[in-house]
């Protein structure tokens, strides 16, 4: 059985402040692959990346980054000076090595930026 | 421009009426999911499919069905809708690729938010 744990429920920052957003997992494959989605107010969930479990490397694009600690199980991510436009909720999501990949979704953080 | 397409994007039906969700892919890929999800909520799998003619319940126990005849092609059926099925449902496939850090994997839908009156 695999877990995604996203103990953030809610978060409010004001405009320009740097966020990050927590991510722990709990799977019992040796080769599994992390996600995050963000799912603004209109619904659809928009793909931002996908980190595989062998791939230990820190990556950041643009203000995101995403901080991959095997040891811990986690997978934070940092929007660094924050946007109104980012406001939405953030998933994190885990697949692991079965036959239908399915993914497993945290509770989702819901991220609030204020001007 | 999606490869992934749900229709309708919103539906509202009165208690007891019978409805399909359409789901359809141009991507060629054999795997297929439906998602429920409450308004802010978590996402929970519901159905999904290896290929044709395969459908799987998911961890989320779901009144409604699904089928796969064709590989595009993964509707989801509820036959009598009641209030409590109203949510957000969303589709998605996947073609899974062992490395690369794109999105070789997971496609979504827009979804179709679903109101049961």
């Not at chain 2, 421009?1 to 039906?13: C, G, K, N």
Request: charged share 20%; glycine share 8%; aromatic share 12%.
């Amino acid at each position: 059985a695999q877990k995604v744990t996203q103990a953030q429920t809610e978060i409010s920052v004001v405009e320009k402040e740097d966020v990050t957003l927590d991510c722990v997992y709990e799977t019992r494959d040796t080769t599994y692959y992390l996600f995050w989605y963000k799912q603004p107010p209109s619904g659809e969930l928009v793909f931002l990346i996908r980190r595989n479990s062998f791939d230990e490397q820190n990556e950041i694009s643009g203000r995101y980054s995403w901080n991959f600690q095997k040891s811990t199980s986690s997978f934070n991510f940092t929007i660094t000076a924050s946007q109104v436009v980012d406001s939405a909720v953030y998933f994190c999501a885990l697949s692991g090595n079965n036959a239908g990949n399915m993914l497993t979704f945290g509770g989702g953080t819901r991220l609030m930026v204020k001007p | 421009e999606a490869d992934i397409y749900q229709t309708p994007r919103y539906l509202v039906i009165g208690t007891g009426k019978k409805i399909t969700l359409e789901c359809s892919q141009t991507m060629g890929h054999d795997k297929m999911y439906w998602y429920q999800q409450d308004p802010g909520m978590e996402l929970h799998l519901i159905h999904y499919s290896y290929g044709v003619n395969s459908t799987e319940k998911g961890d989320l126990s779901s009144e409604s069905t699904v089928s796969r005849i064709r590989t595009e092609h993964f509707p989801l059926t509820l036959e009598s809708a009641r209030p409590s099925h109203t949510s957000q449902y969303l589709c998605a496939s996947s073609e899974f690729t062992p490395t690369g850090r794109g999105n070789y994997g997971y496609t979504f839908g827009s979804g179709t938010r679903l109101t049961v009156v």
